[in-house]
C-alpha cells in the first residue's frame, strides 16, 4: 500500500503535470510576445513537474513505501 505521503506527492505531481500539458498547449508561434508569455509558464510548470517527480522518488528511496510497487523501472531509468 502506498503511503499517505506518497500518494499526496503523487497528486501534486499530477497536478503540475496537468498544468504543464494545458501550458503547452497554449504555446502559439502566431505573436511573439503572447509566446514568450507561454513559454515563461510552461517552464515553471516543467520544473514544478521535476520537483515533485524527484520528491516522489526521493520519498519512496529514503522511505521504502514503495519497494515491491513495480515502480523499479521508473528508478532505474532514472540512474541510467
Ligand atoms: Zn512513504
Not at 506527492?9 to 500539458?21: D, N, P, T
Not at 509558464?41 to 526521493?58: G, N, Y
Request: include cysteine; aromatic fraction near 8%.
Amino acid at each position: 500500500m502506498p503511503c499517505e505521503k506518497w500518494s499526496s506527492i503523487l497528486c501534486w505531481y499530477r497536478c503540475a503535470v496537468r498544468i504543464y500539458s494545458s501550458a503547452a498547449r497554449a504555446l502559439d508561434p502566431g505573436g511573439t510576445a503572447e509566446f514568450h508569455t507561454a513559454w515563461e509558464r510552461s517552464e515553471e510548470a516543467r520544473k514544478a513537474c521535476d520537483r515533485f517527480r524527484a520528491a516522489l522518488l526521493e520519498h519512496e528511496h529514503r522511505h521504502g513505501c514503495q519497494d515491491q510497487a513495480g515502480l523499479e523501472s521508473s528508478t532505474a531509468m532514472r540512474h541510467g
